[in-house]
């Protein structure tokens, strides 16, 4: 499966942003689908997650848990994040991933080892 990653940008703290991550290809198994984050000299971490049928998930970080929100759309292949209340330290490389299996793990959704199928990022900056 390929993805691709769009909607990031410069917003002031206190904005919204909504990411969307595109899915082609091997579209039609199932699979845990998961934003991660990457700041400057800093490791790549977990997000948020979500399965791609119902039943698992979504799962989040606590640093975005009630401000972020984690979506899918599957007629159209497509995952989202729609972020709010962003702060400065929500600025980062923001990177869709996604990993076939019957259901996100519990306890790793976050980990990155876990994915092996990566879009190439969208920037996200918090600044005023």
């Known amino acids: 499966v390929q993805l691709g990653e769009s909607g990031g940008g410069s917003v002031q703290p206190g904005g919204s942003l909504r990411l969307s991550c595109a899915a082609s290809?091997?579209?039609?198994?199932?699979?845990?689908m998961a934003w991660f984050r990457q700041a400057p000299g800093k490791e790549r971490e977990g997000v948020a997650a979500?399965?791609?049928?119902?039943?698992?998930?979504?799962y989040y970080a606590d640093s975005v848990k009630a401000r972020f929100t984690i979506s899918r759309d599957n007629a159209k292949n497509t995952l989202y994040l729609q972020m709010a209340s962003l702060k400065p330290e929500d600025t980062a490389m923001y990177y869709c991933?996604?990993?076939?299996?019957?259901?996100?793990?519990?306890?790793?959704?976050?980990?990155?080892?876990?994915?092996?199928?990566w879009g190439q990022g969208t920037q996200v900056t918090v600044s005023s």
């Open positions: 991933a996604a990993e076939y299996r019957g259901d996100c793990p519990d306890e790793r959704w976050g980990k990155k080892a876990e994915y092996a199928y």
């Open positions: 290809g091997d579209t039609d198994r199932t699979y845990c």
């Open positions: 979500i399965y791609t049928h119902d039943g698992d998930g979504p």
